[in-house]
């Protein structure tokens, strides 16, 4: 039996998710680690740990990301540059404030990643917005919301194609 059997390059291609964060009442946490498990392709069936099989990401409306308790005020963030001294903090607040909350999504995403050669080839696929306003509108295949579609067949341009096609 062949050892290539479903990876082609159709099993390889990505897709692009759309997420709502402001209309998802999922906290912080919960949606990085679901938009971690997509930038890594583990829920595709050909996914394997050493290979870069994951799919797009767009998160828009991080304004309105939701975080649990007091995190908001209590929860800091460090960066250092080696300098003896140089360790600096800021808040989850301050940073939504100077950065918004697509960087603070970003840093979340990037926690849950596997800390290799392909994190950052992963991290460049999320692409996140303070609004509901993005580039990539004619990319988009699946929605991650409640009421728009979940696959290309329920698209209504998909789903006239098909009932066209059924009654020829």
């Not at 290539?4 to 209309?23: E, F, M, P």
């Not at 991290?123 to 696959?151: D, M």
Request: hydrophobic share 40%; net charge positive.
């Amino acid at each position: 039996m062949s050892q290539v059997i479903g990876q082609t390059k159709l099993a390889y291609s990505r897709t692009w998710h759309l997420l709502d964060v402001g209309a998802d009442a999922r906290s912080l946490g919960r949606l990085a680690s679901q938009i971690a498990i997509v930038l890594m392709g583990k829920h595709k069936p050909i996914w394997d740990p050493s290979t870069d099989c994951g799919d797009y990401v767009v998160a828009v409306g991080c304004h309105d990301l939701y975080t649990t308790g007091k995190k908001r005020f209590q929860k800091k963030y460090y960066r250092h540059n080696t300098r003896p001294g140089s360790l600096k903090e800021i808040t989850m607040d301050r940073m939504f404030a100077k950065w918004g909350g697509a960087e603070v999504l970003r840093r979340a995403v990037s926690g849950m990643l596997p800390k290799n050669r392909l994190r950052e080839k992963r991290l460049a696929r999320l692409k996140a917005f303070e609004g509901l306003a993005h580039p990539y509108k004619e990319n988009l295949i699946r929605w991650s919301t409640a009421t728009a579609p979940s696959t290309i067949a329920q698209v209504p341009e998909i789903r006239s194609t098909f009932a066209n096609a059924k009654m020829e």
